[in-house]
Each structure stands twice: as structure tokens, then as C-alpha cells.
């Protein structure tokens, strides 16, 4: 089954100049895959996962994920579906500062509104605990080191169990140790739990991982 | 109960003596009705106060739209205020918005973020106003202002003027705070806009 299915992508910027970015891009990704995009900086793959994420959706082409095709979707509709479906990590963590760790976390279960809130408050500590960082939950978001903000932005795509987790630099601002762990839990949701992963890289180390 | 022929007569006195009945009524705006009212009962003339009075009773109604205007026009600066704070919010918290939509939250639920946020200040501000309202009020009640039978600043106390003050303030907060919510639900997340691409 396909996870994600691309046709015929084709994305231009027009300030400041005319641009074409992402030029006729095809691509299927099956169910439980572990896909890494490798690129130059600059060379669009940044461009092309809120493409596939849903949240450009000024593009030519056509997108499917999990048999549902979202180009042409509301943006509400989307918004809906990134929820349940999508989980992302930016290339950079874009936590809520004012907000703590936990309630960071918590907020998308709490919009799906699918579980009561002690139900996600655990596992959300549970998440956190996964990706080290016990004892963080009631720090506020702007209080932890970038490394830590990573994994916790990490903890808040996870939490809905996306079918498709999509991460743009996920680990460019961790330590190689961190690397391997966000790696592990990676390759652990798409082997056990059959989540897609989608991540986009420039760098060596990870595809080496791979 | 005798006719004021011969009441002036048993007295002793002439036709200048007792030649009106004034009346004083509960409200003094119902005086036109009263008036008529009473010329069906008796073959005396009867005239309400503003007959005799036509500049005492236009300086009221031009006071009363003065009080009005000079209300509005503070109510409406106030508006401007809170849709300044709630514009320059929005403007603050682009990027907190795009990260919202791109968790999966829509227009309506950023609209409902900040509608609350308005409808707050709306409702802290208006109690605050009512409360100190009614102690200026009863400071300028004390004011001396020896005018005829006044003593001090004369001071009508009605609770339907606090409910209508209130009410107002509350609809301009709502008004005041919809549009930047408006304008914050449209934010988009990606795009060419690309609000969470670059680090901010
Ligand atoms: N909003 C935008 N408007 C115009 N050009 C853009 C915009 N976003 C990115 N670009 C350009 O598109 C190219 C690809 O950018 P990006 O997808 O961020 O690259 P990457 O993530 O691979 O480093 C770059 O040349 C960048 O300058
Ligand atoms: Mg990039």
C-alpha cells in the first residue's frame, strides 16, 4: 500500500524573481518506509515537504497520501488532516515559547479530541521520556537547550500517531548522540508500529545511518 | 369642596387671588399626556411645563444628545484601542498562528483564540468601568452647586444605564477584536508566505 503518492510536481516562486523550484517530481512511497531526501542547501527540499505536508498548497501536480488525494483539499480540510494524519518536525523546533514542554506536546491530541486529557497527558510524558528529557515536562518550551527543543517538537509530531511522520533537518540541530537516538525511534516506528517516515537531510551523517 | 368664585369670596379676596394649580408629576417627560389627560376632566385651561418653557425644554433634548455623542465617542475610541492591541497581537504571533494551522488548528479555531482574548479585555474593562464609574458618580454627587433647591451636582442613578453601558462596551469589544481575528485565521502556514520556513 502507498503511503504517499507524488505526480507530476511542479512548484514556482515568483518573488523576487520568477523562480521554478521543483521541477516534474514523481515519486511513491510504501507504508512503513523509511525514505531520507538528500540534497544541497537551497536545492528545494524544504519547498518540497510542505508540499507534501499540505501546508503549500499553491503548486502544480497532484498528491496523494494514504489513498486520500489532498491537492484540491479546503484549507480547512487540510488542516483536519494534517492533524490526524501528518506529523512534522520542522528544520527549526517552532515550539510554542510561552507554553510548556508538556503542553506542547499535548496540543495537537488535544485538538483531535480522540482522548481524554490524562489519557494524552501520559502519554505525552511518556513520549518525553522516550526521547530523554524527564524532568523537562513543566519547563517552559524557551527554557531548554535547542538539542532538547528538537526532540520535543519530535515528542509533538508523534503524539497523534500520524500514519506519515515528515521531518525537514529533524536532527541539524542535534549532537550525534541525540542523532542516533531520534534515528532509532525512527526506524522503530516504521518497523513496529508501520508509520512512513519522510526525512529530508543535507547531511552525510544520516543517510550513513541509514 | 366649593367654586373658586366663592372661595375667593368667603376669603374676601379679588380675581387675582388663586388663579392656577401647578402639578407636579412623577415624570416630568409624561407631562404633554398628563395634560391632556386632565383637559378632558375640567373646563380650566390645563398646560404641560414645556408650553411655557420651549428653550428649557430644547436645552434638554440638546444635552441629552450631547451626553449620548460624547459616550459614543469614547466608546468608539476605545474600540480603535482594543483593535490596535488585538492587530498588533496578531502581527506578534504570526508565527505561533502558522504553527497552530500547521499542528492541524483552522481559521475557526484562531478566530475563537483571539475572540476570547478581546471579549476578556472587554469584559475586565467594562466591570473596571462600571465600578469606577459609580464612585466618580457618587464623588460628584457631593459636589456643592447651590443652584435654587440643589445643594449639589444633581446625580440620577438608573441601573439600566450601567446594563446599557455595559452591553455597548461589550458588542465594540467583540466588534474591535473580530476583525484581527479575521485577518489572524487567514495566516497561512506554508505557501509562498512560508511563515515556519526560515528561522524568525
Ligand atoms: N518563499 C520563498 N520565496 C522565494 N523563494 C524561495 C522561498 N522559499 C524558498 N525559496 C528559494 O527556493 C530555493 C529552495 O529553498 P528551500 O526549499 O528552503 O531549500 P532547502 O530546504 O533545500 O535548503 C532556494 O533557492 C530559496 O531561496
Ligand atoms: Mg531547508
Redesign the interface.
Known sequence: MTALSVKQINKY???PVNFHVLKDISFDVARGEFVAIIGKSGSGK??LL??L?T????YQGDISINGTRVTGLK??QL??????HIG?V???H???PEFSVLDNVM??AL??KKKGKEEIEHEAMELLSILGLNGQEHKKASRISGGQQQRVAIA?ALINGPAIIMGDEPTGNLDSKNTKIVFDIFRRLAKERGQTIIAVTHDDEFRDQL | MVSIQTARQLFSKNKSYATEILVNIRDYSHAQKVASDLSHLTSFKVEPWQDGNSQLDSANVLRDIIAVAVSLTILIVAGFGIYNIMNMTVNEKIKEIAILKAMGFNGKDVIEIFLTQSVVIGLIGGLTGLVLGRIIVSIVDNIPFKIVTLTTLPVEYRASDYIIAFCFGIIITFLAGYLPARKASKIDPGGNFAWLKREV
Open positions: 516562486f515568483s518573488e524544504s519547498t510542505y508540499l505536508s501546508m503549500d498548497t499553491e484549507q480547512n488542516a483536519k488532516f494534517r492533524n490526524e512534522f520542522f528544520q527549526f517552532f515550539l510554542l496540543l495537537p485538538k483531535l509533538r
